[in-house]
């Protein structure tokens, strides 16, 4: 039940995102033929992989466009980010699932993987390659590939460090680099100092620009002049001040949301991610039960005050990370009603995570933990 509303939803928000582009399109212009000119689509990782397929049904099954022409304008409107090169974080659909929710969607996925798999096997692609290549994994249960789907409705497709794409080319995606070797390219990931200093931290942008001027706003370059105030005590406290303002806001979330006081004072040891085996919450859960066991022992020890905070979502059938949800919260549970820690070690999972709850936990971390396998 999970599975099939999560891709309801992709579909939804997928559909409904194209529809608006189209309404829009035509609203200007008298016909689709020149939409890839005028409208760029980028694909976000699988999640919205679906909407190659829902393009070619509104173009061909609404607007009565031929689908060699259809598909021709979907790959020249579509690009695709891949963010990992875990098989497993690929979507795929059981193929009975489509059929009973999107049963025109496969019908077009499966004349795309036609025409895909002809110039496969033209280009002398080898059996085991051409199913690698299928947007149908034939192996166990039959699914629908999106990552694969994603990949050739795409004009172009990146990834998000050079190490990565590169990676990309010899692994996840081997066969399809082979079979369109101009596709893949880099794009290195990056943050938007809008979002994660001037909106979410405003009492440091200001700090900064009462010490630098203004100039960093537009060019992040200009950061480089702060160098000179690291040393400085007046830059220094005021600095301190900012930090003290962001975890007192921090800490006023966590009580608000836990019911748990937590002391700004203490180190934020923060671990926010996607709950994933690989990022490894267990492995800073288990400190925080390591932490917990040799304070009781060592009470008189030389602690630095602890609040280990977790925050981030599960995939919806995703067993094993939402046990790892449980045991953070029952681990919590333990802590932090534990007189003989007190003061010294809190935990807090900060539920319903999403940007706005980060806003806030980002600019209040002390610690921020990125301890995830190298993939």
Request: proline share 4%; hydrophobic share 45%.
């Given at each position: 039940?999970?599975?099939?509303?999560?891709?309801?939803?992709e579909?939804?928000?997928?559909?409904?995102?194209?529809q608006?582009?189209?309404m829009?399109?035509?609203?200007?212009?008298?016909?689709?033929?020149?939409?890839?000119?005028r409208?760029?689509?980028?694909?976000?990782?699988?999640h919205?992989?679906?909407?190659?397929?829902?393009?070619?049904?509104?173009?061909?099954?609404?607007?009565?466009?031929?689908?060699e022409?259809?598909?021709?304008?979907?790959?020249?409107?579509?690009?695709?980010?891949?963010?990992?090169?875990?098989?497993?974080?690929?979507?795929?659909?059981?193929?009975?699932?489509?059929?009973?929710l999107?049963?025109?969607?496969?019908?077009?996925i499966?004349?795309?993987?036609?025409?895909?798999l002809?110039?496969a096997?033209?280009?002398?692609?080898?059996?085991?390659?051409?199913?690698?290549?299928?947007?149908?994994?034939?192996?166990?249960?039959?699914?629908?590939?999106?990552?694969?789907?994603?990949?050739?409705?795409?004009?172009?497709?990146?990834?998000?460090?050079?190490?990565?794409?590169?990676?990309?080319?010899?692994?996840?995606?081997?066969?399809?680099?082979?079979?369109?070797?101009e596709?893949i390219?880099n794009?290195?990931?990056?943050?938007?100092?809008?979002?994660?200093?001037?909106?979410?931290?405003?009492?440091?942008?200001?700090?900064?620009?009462?010490?630098?001027?203004?100039?960093?706003l537009?060019?992040?370059?200009?950061?480089?002049?702060?160098?000179?105030?690291?040393?400085?005590?007046?830059?220094?406290?005021?600095?301190?001040a900012?930090?003290r303002?962001?975890?007192?806001?921090?800490?006023?979330?966590?009580?608000?949301?836990?019911?748990?006081?937590?002391?700004?004072?203490?180190?934020?040891?923060?671990?926010?991610?996607?709950?994933?085996?690989?990022?490894?919450?267990?492995?800073?859960?288990?400190?925080?039960?390591?932490?917990?066991?040799?304070?009781?022992?060592?009470?008189?020890?030389?602690?630095?005050?602890?609040?280990?905070?977790?925050?981030?979502?599960?995939?919806?059938?995703?067993?094993?990370?939402?046990?790892?949800?449980?045991?953070?919260?029952?681990?919590?549970?333990?802590?932090?009603?534990?007189?003989?820690?007190?003061?010294?070690?809190?935990?807090?999972?900060?539920p319903?995570?999403?940007?706005?709850?980060?806003?806030?936990?980002?600019?209040?971390?002390?610690?921020?933990?990125?301890?995830?396998?190298?993939?």
């Amino acid at each position: 039940a999970g599975q099939e509303l999560r891709l309801r939803q992709e579909y939804f928000w997928s559909s409904a995102s194209l529809q608006d582009i189209l309404m829009r399109h035509l609203a200007e212009h008298d016909d689709l033929s020149d939409l890839a000119d005028r409208a760029a689509i980028q694909l976000n990782d699988t999640h919205p992989a679906i909407a190659v397929a829902e393009l070619l049904r509104l173009l061909v099954d609404v607007h009565g466009m031929p689908f060699e022409q259809a598909w021709d304008i979907a790959r020249r409107t579509f690009a695709y980010t891949n963010h990992t090169l875990l098989p497993e974080a690929l979507e795929s659909w059981p193929v009975e699932l489509f059929e009973r929710l999107l049963p025109r969607h496969l019908q077009l996925i499966y004349a795309v993987n036609s025409l895909v798999l002809a110039a496969a096997r033209a280009a002398g692609v080898d059996g085991q390659a051409i199913s690698r290549i299928s947007l149908i994994g034939e192996n166990g249960e039959r699914r629908v590939r999106m990552g694969n789907l994603a990949f050739v409705g795409s004009h172009s497709v990146n990834g998000v460090a050079a190490l990565h794409s590169e990676l990309m080319q010899q692994t996840v995606f081997a066969d399809l680099h082979r079979l369109y070797p101009e596709r893949i390219n880099n794009k290195t990931n990056g943050i938007t100092q809008r979002r994660w200093l001037f909106q979410c931290n405003p009492g440091l942008t200001q700090l900064i620009r009462d010490t630098i001027g203004d100039a960093f706003l537009d060019d992040f370059g200009q950061l480089a002049a702060l160098d000179e105030f690291a040393t400085d005590p007046g830059f220094q406290s005021r600095f301190g001040a900012v930090k003290r303002a962001n975890k007192e806001r921090l800490a006023d979330m966590v009580h608000d949301r836990l019911g748990l006081t937590v002391d700004p004072g203490a180190l934020f040891d923060v671990h926010v991610k996607r709950i994933h085996e690989y990022k490894r919450q267990l492995l800073s859960i288990l400190h925080a039960v390591d932490l917990y066991h040799r304070i009781r022992e060592q009470p008189d020890a030389d602690w630095t005050p602890r609040v280990k905070m977790f925050a981030g979502k599960a995939a919806p059938s995703y067993y094993t990370a939402k046990l790892i949800i449980r045991l953070a919260n029952d681990v919590a549970a333990t802590v932090n009603n534990d007189p003989a820690v007190a003061g010294l070690l809190k935990v807090a999972f900060v539920p319903n995570y999403n940007v706005s709850t980060a806003e806030v936990m980002m600019p209040g971390a002390d610690l921020s933990e990125q301890i995830s396998t190298a993939g």
